[in-house]
């Protein structure tokens, strides 16, 4: 094997971290009941950097379509909360769930995700890492 093969079996210098978000909708994103503080901005704009997006709520996967639908964005998938870990059929390098209860921060554990509170947490300083902030 000559040096460039051996080079180009390798990972790419400066590729990307492949990131998967889930979001939680009510108390998470601006459209759920509560409103969340996570704008349908950041939402699209992660699926233009290349994320993997979708979202993991109580809510029917029938309501979780027709909102994404209603909003013109085409997310990578839409679950059930418990079950989150169906996400990970996905390949990344990150795993992150995104939430404000409990509940979601249980599941995310057990599915073996990164957890971001979407209340307690500083929300738009950790989506200003990610480029997902202006
Ligand atoms: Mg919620």
Not at 6 to 23: E, K, N, T, Y
Not at 27 to 41: H, K, Q
Not at 107 to 133: I, N, T, Y
């Amino acid at each position: 094997m000559r040096a460039g093969d051996r080079q180009s079996a390798r990972r790419p210098a400066g590729a990307h971290v492949r990131r998967l978000i889930s979001f939680d909708i009510d108390g998470t994103l601006e459209v759920g009941d509560p409103p969340g503080v996570i704008s349908l901005a950041v939402v699209r704009r992660a699926l233009d950097l290349g994320f993997v997006v979708g979202s993991c709520s109580d809510r029917p996967l029938s309501f979780q379509r027709a909102l994404w639908h209603h909003h013109a964005i085409p997310v990578n998938f839409t679950l059930l909360k418990q079950h989150l870990s169906h996400a990970k059929e996905f390949a990344a390098d990150q795993y992150l769930h995104i939430g404000d209860s409990f509940i979601d921060q249980t599941m995310a554990k057990q599915a073996g995700f990164d957890f971001l509170h979407s209340v307690e947490d500083d929300v738009h300083a950790f989506l200003r890492r990610l480029r997902l902030l202006g």
